[in-house]
C-alpha cells in the first residue's frame, strides 16, 4: 500500500532516537547511485555510516547496510519484529515502507553510526524518510517525470515535493543539469525555507573522470555526491585523486553493471544489466549502449521487464533501433512490496513492433526468466545485450545468479 503523509511515521519514531546526522537524497534519477557514492566516501574517510536505499536488490534486508556490508538477516529482524510490535502496541498502522524505513532508522541506532545516508522512497515532502530531525546536508538529483499519479503531471509540481526535504540551515546540493524551470522551482523554494542551494562546478573532476570510463550521468551523480560530502563533512579527505580512486570501488547494482550470466546460461560475453525504467533513465542507458556497447551497424538484444502504468512506449522510442531484437518477460512477486504488479510481456512486445522490431525478432517469455534469458543469448549470438526496463527485473537475474552459485 502506497499512502504518503508523516503522520504514522513520526509516531513510530517516537520511540527511536535519531542519534546520526543524515545525508537525504531525493529525485526521480541517480538518487541511489549518489548515497551508493556518499556512504563509500564517508567510509574511507573512517566514518561509521548506515546506508538506506530502495527497493532492495535480492532481500528485504539488503536495502539497509552498515560500513559498506549489507546488515544480517538476524539483526534485520529483530529490529523489525521491535518497530512492527510498537506499531501494534499503538495502534500506528503503518504501511510496508514506513514499517521498512523505522526498521532502518532503529538499525542505525543500534548500530551507533555516526552518519546515515537515507533516500527518499517516493517524491520527499511527504515520503516516510523526511520524518528525520538531524539532517547535516540534503541532496536533489535528476528530475524527470515519474509517479505522476503521488507527485503533479509536470516536472515543475514533481520537483516542488522532491524540495520537500529541504531544512532551515542545510545546505542543499542540487544537480545543476535539471531543467531551467526545476532549478527555478527549487531555488524558489530554498528561499521560502532559508536555505542555500549549491550546484557542483568542477570541470576538472568531470574530465578526469570521462578519462577513467564513466558515463556522463554516473559523473553527475559522483560530483553531487562528493559536494555534499565536502558541505557535511568539512575536514574529510575531498581530492580529486581521493575521490575517483573510492569512486572506481563502488559496485552499485543494476546501474550499468556488465555482469557474467555464463552459469546459467553458458554466454560467455558479459551483458549489461541497468534498471532503467523512466524516459530519462532510458536516455542515459540508450547513451551508454550506443557509445559504449555494439560494434558499428551491430544490433542489440534487449530483455525487458516493467511495472504496470510506466511509459514503456516513450521508453521503448528511446532504446529501441531496427534490427533489434526484444524479449520481454514478467518480473516475480516483490517481497514486502506486494502492490507492484509487472506489466504484461505482451503488450510491451505489441509496442515494439510499433517501433519497428519485427514479429520474428520478438519473444514473450511469459513468468520464465530464465528461459528468456537462454532465449536471448542464442538471438544475440556474442552480440550486445542489454536486461534493462525494472529494478524487479534485476532483483530477479541477481537472484538466479545467486541460486546458480549455491548449487
Not at 311 to 334: E, N, W, Y
Request: glycine share 10%; hydrophobic share 40%; charged share 20%.
Amino acid at each position: 500500500m502506497i499512502d504518503l503523509g508523516l503522520a504514522r511515521i513520526s509516531r513510530l519514531l517516537q520511540y527511536t532516537p535519531q542519534t546520526w546526522r543524515a545525508f537525504h537524497v531525493a529525485g526521480t534519477n541517480g538518487k541511489g547511485s549518489i548515497c551508493a557514492y556518499l556512504s563509500a566516501l564517508l567510509h574511507a574517510n573512517g566514518s561509521s555510516c548506515g546506508r538506506f536505499t530502495s527497493p532492495h536488490l535480492i532481500d528485504r534486508w539488503d536495502c539497509i547496510s552498515i560500513n559498506e556490508k549489507p546488515v544480517a538477516e538476524t539483526v534485520f529482524r529483530e529490529a523489525e519484529q521491535v518497530v512492527k510490535q510498537r506499531d501494534q502496541e499503538h495502534g500506528i498502522g503503518a504501511t510496508e515502507f514506513e514499517l521498512l524505513t523505522a526498521t532502518a532508522f532503529e538499525i542505525f541506532h543500534r548500530e551507533k553510526v555516526e552518519y546515515g545516508v537515507v533516500e527518499v522512497g517516493l517524491g520527499g515532502r511527504l515520503d516516510a524518510t523526511n520524518a528525520m530531525k538531524e539532517k547535516v546536508v540534503t541532496v536533489i538529483s535528476k528530475i524527470g517525470l515519474d509517479h505522476q499519479s503521488f507527485l503533479g503531471n509536470t516536472l515543475e509540481e514533481i520537483a516542488l515535493q522532491k524540495a520537500g526535504i529541504m531544512r532551515p540551515g542545510v545546505p542543499c546540493v542540487v544537480d545543476g543539469s535539471n531543467a531551467p524551470t526545476v532549478i527555478q522551482v527549487i531555488e524558489e523554494h530554498a528561499r521560502m525555507v532559508g536555505t542555500q542551494v549549491h550546484y557542483p562546478r568542477e570541470p576538472s573532476m568531470f574530465e578526469a573522470l570521462s578519462r577513467e570510463g564513466f558515463a556522463a550521468s554516473q559523473i553527475q551523480n559522483l560530483e553531487c555526491a562528493h559536494l555534499a560530502f565536502r558541505l557535511g563533512c568539512p575536514g574529510g579527505d575531498a581530492s580529486l585523486g581521493h575521490v575517483i580512486e573510492v569512486a572506481k570501488g563502488v559496485q552499485w547494482q543494476g546501474r550499468l553493471q556488465m555482469l557474467d550470466i555464463t552459469k546459467v546460461t553458458g554466454r560467455e560475453q558479459p551483458v549489461l544489466l541497468d534498471g532503467a525504467h523512466n524516459l530519462q533513465s532510458a536516455d542515459a542507458l540508450a547513451t551508454y549502449v550506443q557509445s559504449r556497447l555494439p560494434s558499428e551497424g551491430k544490433k542489440v538484444t534487449w530483455v525487458l521487464a516493467a511495472s504496470k502504468g510506466k511509459d514503456m512506449d516513450g521508453i521503448l522510442k528511446i532504446l529501441l533501433r531496427r534490427g533489434d531484437s526484444v524479449a520481454a518477460v514478467r518480473f516475480g512477486p516483490v517481497d514486502g512490496m506486494p502492490w507492484v504488479k509487472a506489466a504484461d510481456p505482451g503488450a510491451i512486445l505489441a509496442l515494439a513492433g510499433e517501433h519497428g522490431i519485427s514479429a520474428s525478432q520478438r519473444y514473450n517469455g511469459h513468468d520464465d526468466v530464465l528461459g528468456t534469458l537462454k532465449w536471448a543469448c542464442g538471438e544475440a549470438a556474442g552480440g550486445a545485450l542489454v536486461i534493462a526496463g525494472s529494478l524487479y527485473l534485476v532483483s530477479d537475474v541477481l537472484r538466479l545468479l545467486r541460486e546458480a552459485k549455491t548449487h
